[in-house]
Structure formats: C-alpha cells, structure tokens
C-alpha cells in the first residue's frame, strides 16, 4: 500500500508524521523502525500519528527508532499543532492535543497564516522517584552523586511524561556521549531506561545542552528534556522560577520556563517535505 507522511523537524528533532483521522496504521512500532532508518528508509528520529481524540482536538502518539512507544515528545508535538493547522485540520490558536502523558494545551504563533512557533504548557514536573521512575530513596532525587560505569555523577531526576536524567557538567562538546550515554540508559537505576541530559551553565538564563535519548539514542534536541534541565537547574539553584531560560541545543534553541507549578515550553516548528512511501 501506499502512505502518505509529513517529514517535520522542531529544533532539528525531525520525525515522520502521517495522518491517521481516517485511517489506521497497523504495527506501528514495526512501521517507525523501518521508516525511521535514514539509509533505508525516510530517515527520523521516530514515527508520529496524528489521530482523532473524544477529549481534545486531537491525539498524538509517537514511536522511537526502535519501535517503543514514547508517552510524550516535546518537539513533535508543536509539529502535530501546526500539522493540524495548516492544513485546515483544527483551526484553533489555542489547542488541545492527548497525550500518554495526558492533555497538553498548546498556543500557536502564525505569519501568513502558517504556524512558525508553538508554545506548550508541559504541565507539572514528577520528582518523586518511584513515578519518575528510579530505584533511588528519598522523596526526590536532587544532586544525588551515583556510579555509573565505574565513575561518580551528580544526577537530578524528572519525570516530563518520559524519565529523564539530568547531569550538570563544565563543557558538554568534549563529553563522549556514545560511550556515556548508553551507560546511564541501560542502568538497573532506571527501569524503564532513561533519557539523559548533560547540561552546560552559560549563564543564569542560558543553558547548553546535548540529549541522549532512550531508543533513539543522541538526538539534536529534546523538548521534553530540555524542560528537565530547566527544572533541575532551578531545584540545584542555577536558574530563577519564573525566569524564561534559553535552552540551546545541538538542533536550534528553546525558551523554556518554570513557575514552581508547570512548564512552557516554546519553540518552532517547520515542514521538510511530503511524500509518499510504498509499505
């Protein structure tokens, strides 16, 4: 059969989207795999469908490279809004779109009625360790020093929907994140694997950052995880509540802010091509 899909990329984290409002997609996580594979494939991050929902405007679900269902994604959903904008799917600047990890609202910026940036409330960051998750004791687990592959880290975990990871560092370039990243993933800590952060302090508003992603492994971006570094950054005492912190990843940068009671996210969303693929 033939199937039409969206190739769209917010920050650089680029997934393939099709449209499922009137149709379904079998194996979906077979399908993400073999579409996601950038030499025999279309090449992605992961696969997206756009679906329709009985409690919001639409429902989002997204596949990793290895086929696991990821309960949210950031970046991809700033392309679900504009997807459903631009082409006359939902015509709302304020929408709401289901998720895994529940109804996210979102409100979009246009020119020449096109969307260009998206901001999302992500909703209320989970610190405690057994809802995150992570084997670790305590009522939340803030620059906790831990080993891992033989060597000590000061880790801050956060649940943004996905587990995530944060470490704080002195230059995120020179770190060797195939070889790090892999290790914090697959530990016994995190039993559902996690997706990791290694974070640079530019500044109080300035974070760098590069992602190691649970299957998918490094990515140039992570919505929800540049969300964690934020979260981490203020509960360590890098960064202010309230403040809009500059996120820059290797894909593009994100404004992200944290009042103490949820997060918003923000940043842009663009249209690489469409096509069609024989399946």
């Not at 950031?74 to 709302?92: E, P, S, T």
């Not at 760098?208 to 950054?233: F, H, I, N, Q």
Request: aromatic share 6%; net charge negative; proline share 4%.
């Amino acid at each position: 059969m033939e199937l039409e899909f969206t190739k769209m990329q917010g920050c650089g984290n680029d997934y393939i989207y099709i449209n499922c409002f009137e149709r379904e997609i079998d194996a979906p996580g077979e399908l993400a795999v073999r579409l996601s594979d950038r030499h025999f494939g279309i090449g992605g991050d992961g696969l997206v469908l756009i679906m329709r929902s009985g409690v919001a405007d639409a429902r989002m679900r997204m596949f990793n490279l290895d086929g696991s269902e990821g309960k949210m994604c950031g970046n991809a959903i700033r392309c679900v809004a504009k997807y459903l904008y631009d082409n006359h799917l939902v015509r709302k600047l304020e929408m709401t779109i289901e998720t895994l990890s529940g109804i996210k609202r979102l409100n979009l910026y246009t020119e020449n009625d096109q969307v260009t940036s998206v901001r999302v409330d992500m909703g209320r960051p989970e610190l405690r360790p057994e809802l995150i998750p992570v084997q670790l004791p305590g009522a939340s687990v803030v620059a906790r020093p831990i080993l891992i592959g033989g060597q000590e880290y000061t880790i801050t975990c956060v649940s943004m929907g996905n587990p995530h990871c944060v470490v704080f560092c002195p230059d995120v370039d020179r770190l060797k994140l195939n070889e790090v990243g892999p290790a914090f993933e697959n530990n016994p800590l995190f039993p559902e694997r996690v997706n990791t952060e290694f974070v640079q302090i530019i500044g109080r508003n300035h974070l760098k950052m590069r992602v190691w992603e649970r299957g998918s492994g490094e990515t140039l971006a992570c919505g929800t995880g540049a969300c964690a570094a934020v979260v981490a950054a203020v509960l360590n005492g890098y960064a202010d509540q309230n403040d809009e912190i500059k996120v820059v990843l290797s894909g593009g940068e994100l404004t992200i802010q944290y009042t103490g009671e949820t997060v918003f996210m923000t940043g842009d969303c663009q249209k690489v091509f469409v096509g069609v693929v024989e399946i």
